[in-house]
Protein backbone atom coordinates (compact mmCIF):
# COMPACT_ATOMS: atom_id res chain seq x y z
CA UNK A 1 0.00 0.00 0.00
CA UNK A 2 0.86 3.54 -0.66
CA UNK A 3 1.85 5.75 1.59
CA UNK A 4 -0.72 9.08 1.25
CA UNK A 5 1.74 11.45 0.61
CA UNK A 6 3.22 9.38 -2.45
CA UNK A 7 0.43 7.61 -3.71
CA UNK A 8 -0.40 9.65 -6.79
CA UNK A 9 3.06 10.35 -7.79
CA UNK A 10 3.75 6.85 -7.63
CA UNK A 11 0.40 5.71 -9.72
CA UNK A 12 1.53 8.55 -12.29
CA UNK A 13 5.10 6.89 -12.17
CA UNK A 14 4.25 3.49 -13.16
CA UNK A 15 1.78 4.54 -16.21
CA UNK A 16 4.89 6.96 -17.46
CA UNK A 17 6.91 4.97 -16.75
CA UNK A 18 9.85 6.99 -14.87
CA UNK A 19 10.86 7.89 -11.68
CA UNK A 20 12.10 11.14 -10.08
CA UNK A 21 15.26 11.00 -7.98
CA UNK A 22 12.44 12.08 -4.82
CA UNK A 23 10.52 8.90 -5.73
CA UNK A 24 13.40 6.69 -6.21
CA UNK A 25 14.30 7.94 -2.93
CA UNK A 26 11.36 6.83 -1.16
CA UNK A 27 11.13 3.59 -2.59
CA UNK A 28 14.55 2.63 -1.38
CA UNK A 29 13.14 3.27 2.35
CA UNK A 30 9.62 2.57 2.21
CA UNK A 31 9.14 -1.13 1.96
CA UNK A 32 5.23 -0.70 1.79
CA UNK A 33 5.03 1.85 -1.26
CA UNK A 34 7.72 -0.26 -3.06
CA UNK A 35 5.72 -3.00 -2.74
CA UNK A 36 2.73 -1.15 -3.85
CA UNK A 37 4.79 0.27 -6.80
CA UNK A 38 5.71 -3.07 -8.18
CA UNK A 39 2.61 -4.38 -8.21
CA UNK A 40 1.04 -1.04 -10.30
CA UNK A 41 4.03 -1.73 -12.36
CA UNK A 42 2.99 -5.32 -12.88
CA UNK A 43 -0.68 -3.91 -13.92
CA UNK A 44 0.21 -1.26 -16.44
CA UNK A 45 2.47 -4.39 -17.83
CA UNK A 46 -0.74 -6.31 -18.07
CA UNK A 47 -2.75 -3.87 -19.70
CA UNK A 48 -0.06 -3.09 -22.14
CA UNK A 49 0.16 -6.69 -22.73
CA UNK A 50 -3.60 -7.20 -23.44
CA UNK A 51 -3.96 -3.98 -25.77
CA UNK A 52 -1.07 -5.71 -27.99
CA UNK A 53 -3.38 -8.42 -29.63
CA UNK A 54 -6.48 -6.19 -29.38
CA UNK A 55 -4.56 -3.47 -31.55
CA UNK A 56 -3.02 -5.65 -33.83
CA UNK A 57 -5.27 -8.39 -35.08
CA UNK A 58 -4.37 -10.19 -38.00
CA UNK A 59 -6.03 -8.42 -41.19
CA UNK A 60 -8.52 -11.14 -43.25
CA UNK A 61 -6.23 -11.34 -46.36
CA UNK A 62 -10.05 -11.11 -48.26
CA UNK A 63 -9.80 -7.27 -47.45
CA UNK A 64 -7.76 -6.18 -50.23
CA UNK A 65 -9.80 -8.38 -52.89
CA UNK A 66 -13.22 -7.44 -51.66
CA UNK A 67 -12.58 -3.57 -51.37
CA UNK A 68 -10.86 -4.36 -55.22
CA UNK A 69 -14.04 -5.83 -56.58
CA UNK A 70 -16.12 -3.08 -54.68
CA UNK A 71 -14.01 -0.53 -56.21
CA UNK A 72 -14.93 -1.86 -60.21
CA UNK A 73 -18.18 -1.56 -59.26
CA UNK A 74 -18.38 2.21 -58.20
CA UNK A 75 -18.24 5.22 -60.48
CA UNK A 76 -15.26 7.65 -60.78
CA UNK A 77 -14.14 9.22 -57.79
CA UNK A 78 -14.02 12.50 -59.87
CA UNK A 79 -17.81 11.70 -60.95
CA UNK A 80 -18.77 11.24 -57.29
CA UNK A 81 -16.85 14.38 -56.34
CA UNK A 82 -18.81 16.60 -59.38
CA UNK A 83 -21.37 15.21 -58.69
CA UNK A 84 -21.50 16.87 -54.97
CA UNK A 85 -20.11 20.16 -56.52
CA UNK A 86 -22.88 20.17 -58.78
CA UNK A 87 -25.55 19.59 -56.35
CA UNK A 88 -23.56 22.46 -54.09
CA UNK A 89 -23.79 24.93 -56.84
CA UNK A 90 -27.68 24.04 -57.67
CA UNK A 91 -28.30 24.65 -54.16
CA UNK A 92 -27.04 28.14 -53.92
CA UNK A 93 -28.70 28.81 -57.34
CA UNK A 94 -31.68 27.90 -55.64
CA UNK A 95 -31.21 30.15 -52.55
CA UNK A 96 -30.32 33.08 -54.35
CA UNK A 97 -33.54 33.11 -56.87
CA UNK A 98 -35.36 32.15 -53.32
CA UNK A 99 -33.74 35.26 -51.72
CA UNK A 100 -34.20 37.62 -54.97
CA UNK A 101 -37.66 36.86 -54.81
CA UNK A 102 -38.25 37.73 -51.41
CA UNK A 103 -36.40 40.96 -51.37
CA UNK A 104 -38.96 41.64 -54.92
CA UNK A 105 -41.92 40.64 -52.47
CA UNK A 106 -40.93 42.76 -49.89
CA UNK A 107 -40.21 46.21 -52.10
CA UNK A 108 -42.93 45.39 -53.79
CA UNK A 109 -45.68 48.18 -53.58
CA UNK A 110 -49.20 47.23 -51.73
CA UNK A 111 -52.22 45.67 -53.78
CA UNK A 112 -53.91 48.36 -55.63
CA UNK A 113 -56.90 47.60 -53.56
CA UNK A 114 -55.27 49.14 -50.54
CA UNK A 115 -54.55 52.70 -52.06
CA UNK A 116 -57.77 52.94 -53.20
CA UNK A 117 -58.91 51.97 -49.72
CA UNK A 118 -56.55 54.57 -48.16
CA UNK A 119 -59.29 57.66 -48.83
CA UNK A 120 -62.77 57.20 -46.91
CA UNK A 121 -65.33 56.08 -49.42
CA UNK A 122 -66.71 58.97 -51.22
CA UNK A 123 -70.63 59.45 -50.63
CA UNK A 124 -71.13 59.34 -54.43
CA UNK A 125 -70.51 55.38 -54.07
CA UNK A 126 -72.58 55.58 -51.52
CA UNK A 127 -75.00 57.15 -53.76
CA UNK A 128 -74.49 54.42 -56.31
CA UNK A 129 -74.55 51.67 -54.39
CA UNK A 130 -78.20 52.52 -53.69
CA UNK A 131 -79.20 53.31 -57.00
CA UNK A 132 -82.34 50.87 -57.91
CA UNK A 133 -81.66 47.87 -59.73
CA UNK A 134 -84.08 48.53 -62.11
CA UNK A 135 -82.60 51.14 -63.52
CA UNK A 136 -80.41 48.47 -65.23
CA UNK A 137 -77.50 50.32 -65.99
CA UNK A 138 -75.67 48.05 -67.56
CA UNK A 139 -72.51 50.09 -67.91
CA UNK A 140 -72.73 52.07 -64.96
CA UNK A 141 -73.59 49.42 -62.38
CA UNK A 142 -70.22 46.92 -62.08
CA UNK A 143 -67.78 49.78 -61.57
CA UNK A 144 -69.47 51.63 -58.25
CA UNK A 145 -70.03 47.72 -57.11
CA UNK A 146 -66.73 46.95 -57.21
CA UNK A 147 -66.14 49.76 -55.65
CA UNK A 148 -68.11 49.14 -53.05
CA UNK A 149 -66.87 45.65 -52.46
CA UNK A 150 -63.38 46.68 -52.28
CA UNK A 151 -63.89 49.14 -49.38
CA UNK A 152 -65.83 45.91 -47.30
CA UNK A 153 -62.94 43.92 -48.29
CA UNK A 154 -60.19 45.89 -46.87
CA UNK A 155 -62.17 46.88 -43.97
CA UNK A 156 -62.55 43.72 -42.46
CA UNK A 157 -58.49 44.03 -42.38
CA UNK A 158 -57.66 47.23 -40.67
CA UNK A 159 -53.82 46.62 -40.24
CA UNK A 160 -53.62 46.81 -44.37
CA UNK A 161 -54.94 50.18 -44.16
CA UNK A 162 -51.90 50.92 -41.79
CA UNK A 163 -49.88 49.74 -44.31
CA UNK A 164 -51.68 51.92 -47.02
CA UNK A 165 -51.20 55.38 -45.55
CA UNK A 166 -47.14 54.66 -45.53
CA UNK A 167 -46.74 53.85 -48.67
CA UNK A 168 -48.92 56.59 -50.95
CA UNK A 169 -47.37 60.13 -51.06
CA UNK A 170 -49.17 62.62 -50.11
CA UNK A 171 -49.63 64.41 -52.73
CA UNK A 172 -51.51 61.76 -54.81
CA UNK A 173 -53.52 61.38 -51.60
CA UNK A 174 -54.32 64.67 -51.89
CA UNK A 175 -55.12 64.81 -55.72
CA UNK A 176 -56.81 61.55 -55.38
CA UNK A 177 -58.94 63.78 -52.48
CA UNK A 178 -59.57 66.55 -55.10
CA UNK A 179 -60.89 64.15 -57.97
CA UNK A 180 -63.26 62.27 -55.18
CA UNK A 181 -64.23 65.72 -54.38
CA UNK A 182 -64.58 67.01 -58.08
CA UNK A 183 -66.58 63.55 -58.94
CA UNK A 184 -68.79 64.13 -55.96
CA UNK A 185 -70.22 67.64 -57.04
CA UNK A 186 -71.57 66.01 -59.96
CA UNK A 187 -74.20 63.61 -58.70
CA UNK A 188 -76.97 65.57 -60.73
CA UNK A 189 -75.00 64.50 -63.75
CA UNK A 190 -74.55 61.14 -63.07
CA UNK A 191 -78.12 60.23 -62.43
CA UNK A 192 -78.81 62.17 -65.59
CA UNK A 193 -77.07 59.80 -67.56
CA UNK A 194 -78.55 56.91 -65.92
CA UNK A 195 -81.96 58.27 -66.32
CA UNK A 196 -81.07 59.06 -69.95
CA UNK A 197 -81.03 55.77 -71.25
CA UNK A 198 -84.08 55.05 -72.24
CA UNK A 199 -86.03 51.72 -71.84
CA UNK A 200 -86.26 49.62 -75.32
CA UNK A 201 -89.68 50.54 -76.81
CA UNK A 202 -91.95 47.50 -76.34
CA UNK A 203 -94.29 48.78 -78.98
CA UNK A 204 -93.77 47.94 -82.59
CA UNK A 205 -93.68 49.81 -85.60
CA UNK A 206 -96.34 48.16 -88.08
CA UNK A 207 -94.85 48.67 -91.56
CA UNK A 208 -96.63 47.33 -94.48
CA UNK A 209 -96.02 44.48 -96.03
CA UNK A 210 -93.89 44.17 -98.86
CA UNK A 211 -94.76 42.44 -102.51
CA UNK A 212 -92.57 40.75 -104.87
CA UNK A 213 -93.86 41.46 -108.15
CA UNK A 214 -91.70 39.51 -110.00
CA UNK A 215 -88.61 37.61 -109.28
CA UNK A 216 -85.58 37.04 -111.93
CA UNK A 217 -83.24 34.32 -111.10
CA UNK A 218 -80.28 34.50 -113.78
CA UNK A 219 -78.45 31.17 -114.44
CA UNK A 220 -74.87 30.72 -113.47
CA UNK A 221 -74.50 29.52 -117.44
CA UNK A 222 -75.21 32.96 -118.35
CA UNK A 223 -72.66 34.46 -115.80
CA UNK A 224 -69.68 32.48 -116.56
CA UNK A 225 -70.42 33.18 -120.63
CA UNK A 226 -70.23 37.03 -119.11
CA UNK A 227 -67.26 36.98 -116.91
CA UNK A 228 -65.14 34.98 -119.85
CA UNK A 229 -63.06 38.74 -119.82
CA UNK A 230 -60.95 37.26 -116.28
CA UNK B 1 -11.66 31.71 -85.10
CA UNK B 2 -13.81 30.97 -81.85
CA UNK B 3 -15.90 29.04 -83.80
CA UNK B 4 -13.59 27.14 -84.92
CA UNK B 5 -11.94 26.36 -81.81
CA UNK B 6 -15.38 25.12 -80.13
CA UNK B 7 -16.21 22.84 -83.27
CA UNK B 8 -12.89 21.35 -83.47
CA UNK B 9 -13.33 17.42 -83.17
CA UNK B 10 -9.83 16.66 -81.84
CA UNK B 11 -10.32 18.53 -78.69
CA UNK B 12 -13.50 16.90 -77.02
CA UNK B 13 -11.60 13.48 -77.75
CA UNK B 14 -8.58 15.33 -75.98
CA UNK B 15 -10.48 16.36 -73.30
CA UNK B 16 -12.02 13.09 -72.46
CA UNK B 17 -8.63 11.66 -73.22
CA UNK B 18 -7.05 13.73 -70.22
CA UNK B 19 -9.92 13.25 -68.23
CA UNK B 20 -9.27 9.47 -68.23
CA UNK B 21 -5.68 9.71 -67.62
CA UNK B 22 -6.19 11.79 -64.51
CA UNK B 23 -8.58 9.18 -63.13
CA UNK B 24 -6.82 6.38 -63.88
CA UNK B 25 -3.95 8.29 -61.99
CA UNK B 26 -6.33 8.75 -59.37
CA UNK B 27 -7.21 5.24 -58.83
CA UNK B 28 -3.68 3.71 -59.39
CA UNK B 29 -2.50 6.52 -56.48
CA UNK B 30 -5.49 5.11 -54.55
CA UNK B 31 -4.49 1.67 -54.91
CA UNK B 32 -0.79 1.91 -54.11
CA UNK B 33 -2.20 3.72 -50.71
CA UNK B 34 -4.54 0.97 -49.90
CA UNK B 35 -2.12 -1.49 -49.69
CA UNK B 36 -0.74 0.15 -46.97
CA UNK B 37 -3.65 1.69 -45.09
CA UNK B 38 -6.06 -1.59 -45.58
CA UNK B 39 -4.34 -2.88 -42.23
CA UNK B 40 -4.74 0.15 -40.07
CA UNK B 41 -8.34 0.79 -41.35
CA UNK B 42 -9.11 -2.75 -40.31
CA UNK B 43 -7.29 -2.52 -36.51
CA UNK B 44 -8.86 0.82 -36.07
CA UNK B 45 -12.40 -1.20 -36.47
CA UNK B 46 -11.53 -4.31 -35.43
CA UNK B 47 -10.18 -2.46 -31.90
CA UNK B 48 -13.71 -1.04 -31.75
CA UNK B 49 -16.01 -3.76 -32.33
CA UNK B 50 -14.16 -6.91 -31.54
CA UNK B 51 -15.47 -8.91 -34.12
CA UNK B 52 -13.21 -9.80 -37.42
CA UNK B 53 -16.12 -9.84 -39.76
CA UNK B 54 -17.99 -6.50 -38.74
CA UNK B 55 -14.22 -5.31 -38.62
CA UNK B 56 -14.10 -5.87 -42.11
CA UNK B 57 -16.95 -4.58 -43.39
CA UNK B 58 -16.41 -1.30 -41.76
CA UNK B 59 -13.00 -1.28 -43.15
CA UNK B 60 -14.24 -1.98 -46.35
CA UNK B 61 -17.03 0.29 -46.26
CA UNK B 62 -14.24 3.33 -44.62
CA UNK B 63 -11.95 2.44 -47.95
CA UNK B 64 -14.81 3.03 -50.43
CA UNK B 65 -16.60 6.22 -48.89
CA UNK B 66 -12.39 7.43 -48.96
CA UNK B 67 -12.30 6.39 -52.61
CA UNK B 68 -15.38 8.29 -53.53
CA UNK B 69 -13.95 11.64 -52.11
CA UNK B 70 -9.91 10.76 -52.22
CA UNK B 71 -10.48 14.19 -55.42
CA UNK B 72 -11.55 16.08 -52.88
CA UNK B 73 -8.28 15.71 -50.62
CA UNK B 74 -6.18 18.24 -50.82
CA UNK B 75 -3.19 17.15 -48.81
CA UNK B 76 -2.83 13.41 -50.20
CA UNK B 77 -0.63 12.68 -46.42
CA UNK B 78 -3.36 13.21 -44.48
CA UNK B 79 -4.87 10.20 -46.16
CA UNK B 80 -4.19 8.03 -43.24
CA UNK B 81 -5.29 10.26 -40.56
CA UNK B 82 -8.02 11.04 -42.76
CA UNK B 83 -9.28 7.14 -42.97
CA UNK B 84 -8.64 6.67 -39.45
CA UNK B 85 -11.14 8.75 -38.66
CA UNK B 86 -13.79 7.38 -41.02
CA UNK B 87 -12.87 3.90 -39.92
CA UNK B 88 -13.41 4.76 -36.03
CA UNK B 89 -16.39 6.90 -37.07
CA UNK B 90 -18.28 4.15 -38.63
CA UNK B 91 -17.17 1.31 -36.16
CA UNK B 92 -18.86 3.38 -33.40
CA UNK B 93 -21.89 3.95 -35.52
CA UNK B 94 -21.71 0.27 -36.19
CA UNK B 95 -21.80 -0.65 -32.49
CA UNK B 96 -24.27 1.36 -31.40
CA UNK B 97 -26.57 -1.03 -32.95
CA UNK B 98 -27.73 -2.80 -30.20
CA UNK B 99 -28.76 -6.74 -32.06
CA UNK B 100 -25.89 -6.49 -33.93
CA UNK B 101 -23.71 -5.97 -30.71
CA UNK B 102 -25.24 -9.04 -29.28
CA UNK B 103 -24.20 -11.41 -32.09
CA UNK B 104 -20.88 -9.80 -32.03
CA UNK B 105 -19.98 -10.60 -28.28
CA UNK B 106 -21.08 -13.94 -28.84
CA UNK B 107 -19.08 -14.47 -31.87
CA UNK B 108 -16.19 -12.95 -29.64
CA UNK B 109 -16.44 -15.60 -26.90
CA UNK B 110 -16.41 -18.14 -29.19
CA UNK B 111 -13.60 -16.81 -30.82
CA UNK B 112 -12.17 -16.27 -27.36
CA UNK B 113 -12.68 -19.89 -26.30
CA UNK B 114 -11.03 -21.29 -29.53
CA UNK B 115 -8.01 -19.14 -30.18
CA UNK B 116 -7.11 -19.55 -25.90
CA UNK B 117 -7.52 -23.13 -25.10
CA UNK B 118 -4.35 -23.27 -22.74
CA UNK B 119 -5.18 -20.37 -21.16
CA UNK B 120 -5.59 -19.69 -17.80
CA UNK B 121 -9.19 -19.07 -16.56
CA UNK B 122 -7.88 -15.57 -14.52
CA UNK B 123 -5.87 -14.63 -17.83
CA UNK B 124 -8.66 -14.91 -20.25
CA UNK B 125 -11.21 -12.47 -17.27
CA UNK B 126 -8.62 -10.15 -17.40
CA UNK B 127 -8.86 -9.97 -21.03
CA UNK B 128 -12.33 -9.49 -21.10
CA UNK B 129 -12.34 -7.07 -18.13
CA UNK B 130 -9.46 -5.03 -19.94
CA UNK B 131 -11.88 -5.42 -23.24
CA UNK B 132 -15.03 -3.93 -21.12
CA UNK B 133 -12.98 -0.71 -19.43
CA UNK B 134 -11.73 -0.23 -22.93
CA UNK B 135 -15.39 0.42 -24.19
CA UNK B 136 -15.84 2.87 -21.19
CA UNK B 137 -13.54 5.17 -22.53
CA UNK B 138 -13.52 8.09 -23.86
CA UNK B 139 -13.59 8.33 -27.66
CA UNK B 140 -10.12 10.37 -28.02
CA UNK B 141 -8.52 8.71 -25.18
CA UNK B 142 -9.92 5.07 -26.87
CA UNK B 143 -8.28 5.90 -30.25
CA UNK B 144 -4.93 7.71 -28.79
CA UNK B 145 -4.17 4.33 -26.82
CA UNK B 146 -5.18 1.53 -29.55
CA UNK B 147 -3.35 3.89 -32.55
CA UNK B 148 0.13 3.90 -29.86
CA UNK B 149 -0.58 0.07 -29.40
CA UNK B 150 -0.75 -0.76 -32.78
CA UNK B 151 3.05 -1.99 -34.01
CA UNK B 152 5.46 0.42 -35.70
CA UNK B 153 3.22 3.58 -34.42
CA UNK B 154 5.36 5.76 -32.49
CA UNK B 155 3.88 8.76 -30.71
CA UNK B 156 5.02 11.17 -33.53
CA UNK B 157 3.01 8.44 -35.98
CA UNK B 158 0.04 8.99 -33.53
CA UNK B 159 0.31 12.72 -33.71
CA UNK B 160 0.18 12.62 -37.43
CA UNK B 161 -3.04 10.26 -37.44
CA UNK B 162 -4.89 12.14 -35.31
CA UNK B 163 -3.54 15.45 -36.27
CA UNK B 164 -2.85 16.44 -32.05
CA UNK B 165 0.70 17.77 -31.14
CA UNK B 166 2.86 14.96 -29.56
CA UNK B 167 2.24 16.09 -26.00
CA UNK B 168 -1.64 15.54 -26.27
CA UNK B 169 -0.94 12.13 -27.49
CA UNK B 170 1.02 11.20 -24.51
CA UNK B 171 -1.63 13.68 -22.21
CA UNK B 172 -4.29 11.11 -23.90
CA UNK B 173 -2.49 7.34 -23.47
CA UNK B 174 -1.01 8.31 -19.72
CA UNK B 175 -4.58 8.98 -19.00
CA UNK B 176 -6.41 6.33 -20.66
CA UNK B 177 -3.80 3.58 -19.12
CA UNK B 178 -4.22 5.01 -15.68
CA UNK B 179 -8.28 4.81 -15.98
CA UNK B 180 -7.88 1.01 -17.66
CA UNK B 181 -5.46 0.89 -13.90
CA UNK B 182 -8.47 1.64 -11.69
CA UNK B 183 -11.21 -0.52 -13.43
CA UNK B 184 -8.95 -3.37 -13.54
CA UNK B 185 -6.60 -2.63 -9.96
CA UNK B 186 -8.75 -5.11 -8.11
CA UNK B 187 -9.08 -7.93 -10.07
CA UNK B 188 -5.23 -7.91 -10.63
CA UNK B 189 -4.18 -7.91 -7.48
CA UNK B 190 -7.04 -10.89 -7.22
CA UNK B 191 -5.10 -12.71 -10.16
CA UNK B 192 -1.66 -11.87 -8.07
CA UNK B 193 -2.49 -13.56 -5.07
CA UNK B 194 -3.78 -16.67 -6.39
Known amino acids: MFCNAYRESLVEAAAERELTPTLQQHLSVCESCRAAFAEQQSLFAAIDAGLRPVANPEVPATLIPRVHVALNEEPDAQTYSQKWIFAGAALAAVLLVALVLKLNHGTSPPPKENIAVQVPAPPAFQQHESLPLNLSATRAAPRPQKRAETVRLVSRKPESLFTSEVLVPDEERAAFARFLTRDQSAPATVSAVISAIPEAPKVLVPLQPVEIASLKVPSLNGEEASGDGF | ?194
Request: hydrophobic residues 45%; aromatic residues 6%.
Open chain 2, 1 to 194: MQELILIEPGSTAKAEWTREAELAATRREFEQRLADSSALAFRVARGVLKNDADAEDVAQESLIRAFRKFALLRDRNRFRAWLVRISFRLALDRLRSAKRRELREAEWMREQERSRPANSQGSREFQQQLENAMDELPQKLRLALLLSAMEGHSLEEVAVLLSVPVGTVKSRIFFARKQLAEKLRCFVTLTENR
